[in-house]
């Protein structure tokens, strides 16, 4: 994609999660994509009801059950994050000016997202709004502004201004979040600024750029770390192993953030969850507008079922981290993220849990994605959760084994399905012993 140079032109949205990307082969990871309106009647995304997080400490706040503190630099930040379950060690930054505050938005005064499993909230030291967005376990993902105010009384509202970049192709046709790394622009004031969408399959030395990167990457190239605009020779940053940072003190002041970090590993994770967020929400609204037609607007037709099929074959595919790019030996993080986020479980009763981040050469130790355990998945109408499961169940019982799915060991297939059979409540009965 192109984009004008001029940061107040890049974005109209609030983007939360962003930066842009020169990675020229997640082009072909793209996989279909909602087709329909948003507002379809069996999605009404704009006007049906929400059950998100944020929707229900909005109802907690005007009950007065709970209550948000206004303090200093950080607003707002430090009592939402509470509210809402959000871990500070998740702290990532992000300087290229990719956001409705981009005026605000520089490397020495980044963007900060925090994030748990279904909500990101987007920080910007001095801004007028805080940014959150929430995974509600029906319509997707919703986006919301709370008032950097300490007057009045707090609420939040819809933003429905950043489905102009939070609706799109990259998204899967649904209002969804993303990871983008941007590549280095030039001063040619006529240079467009230029990117893609990132996740687990993205190589790590196409990653990141316009973001802070704190911890140890291993001595492999990323994009991070370095300057995005007005670069002199943006082609010398390619294939470059970045300095890197103990700490974000090193590049800016920390009044107002709540962390010194912008963790590695929370940016591993958080490439992983964008996608595994927009596949849940567009295999739920493929399903509900299949049964929306089923239930007298159409005869039954095969295509139908031919997309059911084919989202579930592309979640599982990502579910179960088939493509997923490796990764060096040698990266950590010091935020204890990563404690946190493999402390959470569910455990098997040998200990083992699907949210053990393992970093020798892939991201968990058992590839299977922790976004199972999400209300979201849940909430999938059995249409969609019967199609994932018996993909599933193919892949891990050892029923297709041609390339790429050979690279799934016996091992590793058979801690997942023990796993899930330990922690997942609905799993089918067919999940049962593998053996092949």
Known sequence: MGVRRRPGVWLACA????????????????????????????????????DDAVAALNRRLAA???????????GYLQSVLDALGVPVASQVAVFSPTSNQDDLITPENPRAIFFNDTVAV??????????????????????????????????????????????????????????????????????????????????LVDRWGGWYVTGTHGGTAHMGNV???????PNATFGVVPPALDSLA??????????????????????HQTHMTNLITRMGWEARRVVFR????????????????????ELVDYL???????????????????????????????????RKISLDGRLFRYPCSYMIYTEAFDALPELAKEAVYARMWEVLSGA??????????????????????????DLPAYFGTVER
Not at 64 to 74: K, Q, V
Not at 257 to 270: G, K, R, T
Not at 412 to 425: F, G, M, N, P, S
Request: hydrophobic share 40%; net charge negative; aromatic share 8%.
């Open 122 to 203: 987007g920080w910007v030291r001095d801004a007028d709004l805080l940014e959150v967005a929430a995974q509600d376990p029906r319509q997707g993902v919703i986006f919301y502004a709370l008032p950097q105010t300490p007057d009045g009384e707090p609420r939040f509202t819809r933003n429905d201004r950043c489905l102009a970049c939070h609706l799109s192709w990259d998204t899967l046709g649904v209002p969804g979040l993303q990871v983008l790394s941007m590549a280095p622009l030039s001063p040619d004031p006529n240079a467009y600024a230029t990117g893609f969408v990132t996740d687990h399959r993205s190589r």
């Open 294 to 313: 089923d239930e007298g607007r159409s005869t039954d037709d095969p295509r139908f079922a031919e997309v059911i099929r084919e989202a579930a074959v």
């Open 64 to 74: 007065g059950e709970a209550g948000l503190a206004f303090e200093g630099r950080s």
């Open 227 to 233: 300057e995005v605009l007005d670069v002199p020779d």
């Open 320 to 354: 179960l981290f088939i493509d997923e790019a490796p990764l060096p030996e040698g990266i950590g993080g010091a935020s204890g993220f990563r404690e946190w986020f493999s402390a959470r479980g569910p455990h098997d009763d040998r200990g083992r849990s699907l």
């Open 250 to 271: 090193e590049r800016i002041d920390l009044d107002g953030y709540p962390s010194p970090y912008s963790d590695v590993v929370a940016l591993l994770v958080l490439d």
């Open 15 to 50: 983007t939360l999660l962003t930066a842009a990307v020169v990675a020229a082969e997640v082009a072909g990871q793209r996989g279909g994509a909602f087709r329909a309106s948003r507002d379809h009647p069996a999605i009404r995304y704009s006007d049906g009801p929400v």
């Open 400 to 425: 297709v084994t041609d390339s790429p799915y050979d690279r799934l060991a016996l091992a590793d297939r058979q801690a997942i399905v023990e796993i899930l059979q330990a922690t997942k409540q």
